[in-house]
């Protein structure tokens, strides 16, 4: 038994010595990516504002044209209904919880820490080239999301941050810190035809802004092409968000055109998600910030050379394309980081996931969101929100208000009209106490700073905080109700 003992002991030594110096050996002799990979974020898009999902007006031809060679996941679910959070997930394959990057308007937890291990991290780990091209404050290294990118454009007005963050009220104001789909497609293909043909394998990700508001407008002749159904303000509004998506799409056709035009085209995974969706007055609520579908289930598509175009109908994460990316690059498994999501590789060969997936998405912020509709409102969100959707399944969790929670069956409700909380479910009391275990509440309340997170982090390890209960309201401090945003991200 003892010999046997050690030869076991033995064996698991070596094994772990093997496996760092094969780690060490990766790194040091790099193992460049297969392909290049094309990384499109769009900022508040709605899923059933593009046609390959439904639409009827005619916003997106180059984007359905995408869709008619690839795989299109119809219920993608992303992690976060804010900017910089939903992109951090994007970016480390985490849900916001273990990223941490859970704000934007605030004094903590609004950078995401160096030490999550990014997608273009891990590209360039490998030996390939990195360049993203955003178009918003929202998105840029203020928040840690630069991480692993050799050129970062963000060429448009502060794009730093000055002056755009109020410290003491914890809010931000994008406003004219953005620049048109024009502006960033232009710089993303400057740049890529100045690199030699002979360069490592490049990511590129490209962010376009233009439908979050109407602060920068498409050209006449593309407003002049939606025409709103009535004089009414919102209908205006509608026509305008749909001119945006239209102008974005067209810009994408010149950066498809241009991966063409340089013979990079049959060699490029091409991958276009959004940040999350827009309310348009669903829910009587006109921005974003909150997690009913029209917010959280967004565009996914992934166009891989040799893979047949196919729409997967189960449901998936954005947290699952940092995966997929990496296995569909040939990246080692060695540099792979921890990840939360799972690849789609599978699924997008054959069309099932196979074991089902459960969506987590949040939005933790309190703040008001200005109104496009009526600058004198605000959607105004004093609460803290925390979804799971299991199946046809949905649970929302109110934080501060737990007796508001909601859960819905998407099957039959799809519009999410019909709250059936009250009646206590026995699906909905499995997905609370699955929320539970996942300790994934959120202490950050409006002017809390690093140091003041540091106590209550403090306080839980001594017993004084529970973050996973949630049949009752939270016990972190209570805070004064936050000014409002001028802009929401």
């Not at 308007?105 to 780990?125: C, I, M, S, Y």
């Not at 692993?148 to 963000?154: A, I, L, P, V, W």
């Not at 941050?161 to 048109?180: F, H, N, P």
């Not at 979804?387 to 737990?402: A, N, V």
């Amino acid at each position: 038994m003892a010999k046997t003992r050690n030869i076991l002991i033995g064996l698991a030594v070596v094994a772990i010595v093997t496996a760092g110096l094969a780690v060490s050996w990766l790194r040091g002799r790099r193992c460049p990516p297969s392909m290049h990979v094309l990384l499109i974020t769009l900022d508040t898009t709605r899923a059933d504002r593009l046609g390959c999902y439904g639409y009827d007006q005619p916003t997106t031809p180059n984007l359905d044209q995408l869709a008619d060679d690839a795989v299109l996941f119809d219920m993608a679910i992303a992690q976060a209904a804010v900017t910089p959070v939903s992109h951090a997930s994007i970016l480390t394959g985490l849900d916001p919880h273990h990223h941490g990057l859970r704000v934007m308007h605030g004094l903590a937890a609004n950078t995401l820490d160096e030490k999550h291990t990014t997608l273009a991290e891990v590209w360039q780990a490998a030996g390939g080239r990195t360049a993203a091209f955003v178009s918003a404050f929202p998105v840029t290294p203020t928040f840690g999301l630069g991480q692993g990118f050799e050129h970062f454009d963000m060429d448009f007005p502060n794009a730093d941050g000055e002056g755009l963050v109020s410290e003491a009220e914890g809010w931000v104001s994008t406003g004219s810190s953005q620049r048109r789909a024009d502006a960033t497609t232009t710089a993303a293909i400057t740049w890529l035809e100045s690199q030699p043909d002979a360069e490592a394998p490049l990511l590129m990700w490209v962010h376009y802004f233009d439908p979050h508001d109407p602060f920068v407008l498409p050209p006449k002749e593309m407003l002049g092409q939606f025409r709103p159904r009535s004089k009414d303000r919102a209908d205006v509004l509608r026509a305008i968000y749909d001119a945006e998506v239209a102008y974005m799409d067209a810009q994408i056709g010149r950066l498809f055109d241009a991966f063409k035009q340089r013979g990079l085209w049959d060699r490029t995974i091409v991958v276009v998600v959004a940040d999350h969706g827009e309310g348009l007055g669903d829910h009587d609520w006109w921005t974003h910030g909150i997690l009913y579908q029209e917010q959280i289930r967004v565009p996914q598509i992934v166009r891989v050379p040799g893979i047949r175009p196919r729409r997967v109908m189960q449901l998936v994460r954005t947290i699952d394309l940092m995966p997929t990316v990496l296995e569909l690059a040939d990246v080692p498994d060695a540099l792979r980081p921890v990840m939360d999501g799972e690849s789609l590789t599978y699924p997008m060969r054959t069309g099932w996931t196979g074991k089902p997936r459960v969506a987590y998405s949040d939005s933790v912020n309190m703040l008001g969101y200005g109104r496009f509709d009526d600058l004198t409102r605000r959607d105004d969100k004093y609460e803290k929100l925390y979804c799971l959707i299991d199946g046809s399944y949905k649970l929302i969790f109110h934080q501060l208000k737990p007796e508001n929670k909601e859960f819905y069956d998407l099957l039959t409700d799809p519009r999410e009209q019909t709250n059936l909380a009250a009646s206590k479910p026995p699906a909905m009391l499995v997905m609370m106490e699955r929320l539970e275990t996942m300790q994934c509440l959120s202490p950050i309340m409006p002017g809390m700073t690093p140091t003041d997170l540091n106590r209550l982090g403090q306080l839980e390890s001594l017993g004084y905080i529970d973050r996973s209960a949630t049949t009752t309201t939270s016990t972190a401090p209570t805070a004064e109700r936050p000014t409002t945003s001028k802009a929401a991200p």
